[in-house]
C-alpha cells in the first residue's frame, strides 16, 4: 500500500538535505536510512532511498544517496512524498493507533455526532484530530477527552473539556 508520508517544503543547506513536512505517523520509523520514498515529478516516479534523517524545527530533515548537492533536490520542493509501507513492520503499543486506522472515524460526544477525523497534526505534547462536522473542531488525543477508539467500527467516544466544542 502506498501512502503519502509527507511534502518537501525546502531545501536545507547546500548538501542535499531537504525538510519535509511530516504527513504520517511514526516518522523517525518512515525516514529512517535506508528506506525508501517514491516521488511523482513530471510523468515519472522519481524512487529514492533515504542516506540521513534528523528533526530540526519541527521539520524532518532527510538526504538521499546519491543526491549530494542542493542542484540535485531543488525541483523537488513543493512536491508530496510516498512510500510503500506494510503497517505490520511496526508494532504499536496499546492506545497507539495508525493516522490511516484514526482518519475516516465518525467522533461522538456521547450519543450526538461532533464529525469526522479528516486530519492528524503533531504538536509535540500530543497529536491533534481535525474533525469536520457542522464546523470543524480540533480534537486533542488525549485520555481525558478521547474514552474510546473503536477502528473495527470507524467510532469514536470523546468527552469534551469546557470550550473544546464551541
Not at 542535499?16 to 515519472?44: N, Q
Not at 549530494?68 to 520542493?77: G, S
Not at 455526532?113 to 480534537?139: P, S
Request: net charge negative; proline share 2%; hydrophobic share 40%.
Amino acid at each position: 500500500m502506498e501512502i503519502n508520508v509527507g511534502k518537501i517544503v525546502n531545501t536545507h543547506g547546500v548538501k542535499g538535505e531537504v525538510k519535509i513536512l511530516t504527513a504520517s505517523d511514526f516518522a523517525s520509523e518512515r525516514f529512517k536510512p535506508g528506506k525508501v520514498l517514491m516521488i511523482p515529478f513530471k510523468e515519472e516516479k522519481v524512487i529514492l532511498t533515504i542516506k540521513s534523517y534528523r528533526t530540526h524545527k519541527n521539520f524532518h530533515m532527510v538526504s538521499f544517496e546519491g543526491l549530494n548537492n542542493i542542484n540535485d533536490v531543488e525541483k523537488y520542493k513543493g512536491l508530496d512524498v510516498f512510500q510503500d509501507i506494510e503497517n505490520k513492520d511496526i508494532i504499536l503499543d496499546e492506545h497507539e493507533y495508525f493516522y490511516s486506522d484514526i482518519i475516516g472515524c465518525t467522533v461522538y460526544d456521547g450519543a450526538r455526532e461532533i464529525g469526522t477525523v479528516k486530519e492528524i497534526f503533531e504538536t509535540g505534547a500530543n497529536d491533534v484530530w481535525v474533525v469536520q462536522g457542522e464546523k470543524e473542531y480540533l480534537i486533542p488525543y488525549i485520555e481525558d477527552v478521547v474514552k474510546s477508539i473503536d477502528i473495527d467500527h470507524k467510532k469514536i467516544i470523546i468527552e469534551p473539556i469546557e470550550g473544546l466544542l464551541e
